[in-house]
């Protein structure tokens, strides 16, 4: 199939998809010499063997349009090109803290693909001149933190790390920093005071980064899939990966895809692939169940229904003409069976748990947003409540030093705007649309072996 | 208060920052010491502190922000489930309603032997493998069913 066959052989082209089969001690390709067999570090080689600009670097990517893929979609290229020249101390960070519901691409990355990550990150440090870096990794993911640190152990045997890397001249330290269980840390500055040792609080930006980053150094931030669709560009060229997708949208994306379907897992697929065509791959609806609502790019997302859902193709511009974003490529999918009011209230409280608490509209109003959405779960909501939500929401967003507030407003809005009638009706019946026994067959978890499907 | 063989991996992640900078290590230090001592009590907290030379209370604005330090005591297996909604369409929170019946206790709270406690996780970034459990903070179950579930337990002596 010509779809799969386009996807980059050092990312997932190797993975087993959606399966149960997969088990840490059983997977051996993560390896060093298996990376090099796949052409791993051929890129890095090349760079420097053909003595490549950092400027010529930086132009590769921007001419790949490869955006990032923690959420936001930045132009990675772009971001390095704001990098100081003669700054004498910079840093590499990787954003492995991912923990935005919905999303497990890193994860799989960090377990299938390590090398990559190193790879792309000691290219980046090649292209904006920094001398050390830091992989920070979400704290639920012990084990291939372990991985990780191993992984680091073989390149600076092969001296991809440390001084003079392949003789060219070129330093650079790469390091693993674990996490320990904190949302906010996928914001980047959250993430740069807690390698330096604080609570995860985001700073005030600007300074962005690259002026004012790690120990007040200048610092170039992506997230993990970002690294590691860096040694792709290379072999393929900027263009090349630029054509796998569409104009303004390069190259392929991992899509997590999670919730009521029969094959949940990763997939990567070229930008602007139809959702219908992802959806497919996840195997379709679990039991041949009526899609209801999908959230396109982890929980911060706005949910779109199944009807403007199945028109959408996967990728930045295609999603927030919509009506939501892209985000991280986390696709949650929601059959007939889900309640949306108690879909939304965990969601909620999520958001109120995970708060950093350091501005007010945020530390207070994502409380008092689950508060009043758990009461209308519960039986007694008020007719006013809707509109209090909204109201609250905008006293919120945009309001705060980092984008969590808009995070805990934006799926609000975005239930209510297509599914109000289904909140009205909790509030006025004291009960949910879809009877108790229908929700608790959806998870299937007393009727089915998720791992046999 | 803490072992020569925490030490020592305390000292091998300060090596990781500059020189300047062996607070960066303080997150890292207060897991081993969790690993050793079972619970950060606040003298734990101090002695991490005072080996990295930061004051005290801000070895404990970390221990105190990060979800997966325990500031309390503990049953021998800390049990974590994630509830959050993509786990919880496939069955995250009926795993936990199914633990919560199999121990007899609610989410914060530990048996009667001491053996187990039971929490409540956020994202784990693992969504695609729910039900998730995660044992002790490090190890990750996956596909959790009742019958994987009876194994786990069986599993912690």
Redesign the interface.
Known sequence: MALLEAINPLLSAGWQKGGHEWRLENDNGWRLKDYEARGGYQSLKKILETKMSSDEVIAEVKKSVLRGRGGAGFPTGLKWSFMPKAAPEKYIVCNTDEGEPGTFKDRDIQRFDPHAIIEGMIIAAYAVGAGRGYNYIHGEIYELYQRFEDALDEARAAGFLGQNILGAGFNFELFAHQGWGAYICGEESALLESIEGKKGQPRFKPPFPANVGLYGKPTTINNTESFASIPFIFRIGGEGFLNLGKPNNGGTKLYSVSGHVNRPGNYEVPMGTPFAKLLEMAGGMRGGRKLKAVIPGGSSAPVLPADIMMDCTMDYDSIAKAGSMLGSGAVIVMDETTCVVKALERLSYFYYEESCGQCTPCREGTGWLYKIIHRIEHGQGRPEDLDLLLTLGGNIAGRTICALGDAAVLPIQGFLRHFRSEFEYHIENKKCLVPPDVQRAGSTFFTRNMGQA | MLSETTLKKIDREVA???EA?K??????A??FAQDELGWLSKDAIAAVADY?D?PAI?AF??AS?????DLAPVGKYKLTVC?????????????AD?LKQKLGIDFNETTADGKFTLKE???????????VI?AN????H??M???EIDKLIGECK
């Open positions: 990781k920052y500059p900078q607070q960066s290590a303080v997150m890292a207060l897991v990295l930061m801000a604005e970390v922000f990060y979800n997966m330090y509830t959050n909604l993509p786990c919880a369409l496939s069955g995250g929170v009926h795993a199914y996780g956020e994202c784990m970034g693992a969504c695609g493998d729910a039900p995660l903070n490090k190890r990750m996956c596909f069913t009742p019958e």
